[in-house]
């Protein structure tokens, strides 16, 4: 469950990541293009941590590092 909650946070990071940098940010500067892959990385940490939480709580056991 860990691993799909990255994934699917990975992709929706980047693809928001993306958007913004498309039309928040459309200013054609060069550091625009590190947006997608930081939101990338957010996006695969929360989903992961997710993930886990709804694992522990739909098993009802904790899990070890």
Known sequence: M??????VGILVG???GVFFT???FANNQS???VVPFAL????????HELGRRF???RTG???SA
């Open 2 to 7: 860990t691993i799909l909650g990255a994934i």
């Open 14 to 16: 980047f693809a928001v």
């Open 22 to 24: 498309e039309w928040v």
């Open 31 to 33: 550091w625009t293009d």
């Open 40 to 47: 990338a990385v957010l996006g695969g940490l929360v989903g």
């Open 55 to 57: 694992s522990v709580n």
């Open 61 to 63: 056991r904790t899990h």
